[in-house]
């Protein structure tokens, strides 16, 4: 205000009306019960009173305008939110991500991972990788989820699982536990074998294709798995791939853009070409 002189200089930088700033003032004079400016001159000056507010409130408004400034610079920076399954964030996004950070490195790429049919509150994000059937287009349209990652599905356990319960045909799995996982279920493979058999309906039951393999590798039964997936256990001989069986996947990884700006439709296009690699090299 002293800087100025008036109310009506103070009102254009402010953008408000001049009669706006006078009432802000006497309100904060009535609250105060001091008087904060000197009116009998031709500028505004401060009274005593309004000297000794004004070392008091200097260094308050000096935090608040830097909060604001690093608020606008907060929300200025690059961001990418992705939001993903767990076991595809393991085994499949985080392990190559570097590849993307180094192509955006003013990108801050924050992510998120929730479980399929599981979280009913699902999180925003730019960019989503969800798991479930594969949807057609209608009438030609391109779908909101694109199908990125469908792979054949097989079955697999221990070394020393197999060995210990004789798994050496397909059949031999139904005298055995079955890790039962509501993501993969039984049925389709089941169907693929020759094997007439409903779902299983006892052994432990676990809601992640990632925890489904752990429990296989530490001998606690006979689980579905998918190439890319359980690529990390089959390389160390956690597990092992025990049939030829090969199932058609009723569901699988999409993806759905939901900011169409350079970054996100970058990444977008990147996972595709991970997934498709993935897809090919699994045949």
């Keep these: 205000m002293t800087r100025l002189g008036t109310y009506e200089k103070v009102a254009q930088e402010l953008a408000v009306t001049a009669s706006a700033v006078a009432k802000r003032i006497a309100a904060l004079e009535v609250l105060l019960g001091v008087t904060l400016l000197d009116r009998s001159g031709r500028a505004l000056t401060l009274s005593a009173a309004g000297k000794e507010y004004l070392e008091q409130v200097r260094a308050v408004l000096a935090q608040l305008a830097s909060i604001g400034l690093h608020r606008r610079a907060a929300q200025s920076a690059l961001r990418l939110r992705v939001l993903t399954p767990p076991t595809f964030a393991r085994e499949i996004l985080v392990p190559r991500l570097k590849a993307f950070t180094d192509r955006h490195p003013k990108c801050e790429v924050e992510v998120v991972v929730a479980i399929p049919y ?3 509150a699902v999180p925003e994000s730019d960019v989503a990788v969800g798991f479930g059937p594969r949807f057609a287009s209608a009438r030609g349209k391109r779908p909101a989820n ?20 004789r798994l050496r045909k397909p059949s031999d799995v139904l005298r055995v536990p079955l890790i039962r996982c509501p993501i993969e279920p039984w049925k389709p493979w089941f169907d693929a074998a020759g094997l007439a058999s409903d779902e299983p309906i006892q052994g432990v039951k676990l809601v992640d294709l990632g925890l489904s393999l752990e429990a296989a590798a530490s001998g606690q039964g006979v689980a579905l798995a998918r190439a890319s997936i359980a690529k990390r256990w089959l390389d160390r001989g956690e597990v092992t791939d025990l049939f030829d069986v090969r199932a058609t996947p009723q569901s699988g990884y999409s993806l759905t853009v939901h900011r169409a700006d350079d970054v996100a439709l970058d990444f977008a296009t990147w996972l595709r070409r991970i997934c498709r690699d993935l897809e090919m090299a699994s045949k």
């Design 118 to 120: 599981l979280d009913m």
């Design 146 to 165: 694109e199908p990125l990652l469908f792979e054949s599905v097989f079955a697999v356990a221990s070394t020393a699982f197999a060995k210990k319960h």
